[in-house]
């Protein structure tokens, strides 16, 4: 699978996002490796988010000739529901607060149903 923008799009970007007021829920994590050498725990995560009072800001330019001379269009999304999966490295330290740092990245582009 290939991530790509539709055709009549030449320019999408975050304007702004706000959660609502429910957390994302975490529905699993597992171990994925331990480096003992440099104090490294490697874990997957996956965490369920239905944001129904969300709101994601998006600017949008379309490409069509005809559309050209518009201003970036600001689109606004008000309910998400998706599952997002994490890698997540956490390095761990012999003193209080046991932990240097923690390093989340997104391991695939989550699918959103809006």
Do not use: C, W
């Amino acid at each position: 699978d290939s991530y790509s923008k539709p055709n009549g799009i030449t320019h999408v970007a975050f304007d702004s996002f706000t959660f609502g007021r429910a957390p994302p829920v975490v529905q699993s994590v597992e171990i994925r490796g331990i480096d003992d050498e440099n104090s490294v725990l490697h874990l997957g995560v996956v965490v369920g988010m239905l944001f129904d009072d969300s709101a994601l800001m998006l600017d949008i330019r379309p490409s069509s000739l005809e559309y050209k001379t518009l201003p970036t269009t600001k689109i606004s999304i008000n309910s998400l529901d998706t599952q997002v999966k994490l890698d997540a490295y956490v390095k761990g330290i012999p003193d209080y607060p046991y932990i240097s740092t923690v390093n989340i990245t997104l391991s695939e582009i989550p699918d959103v149903n809006l």
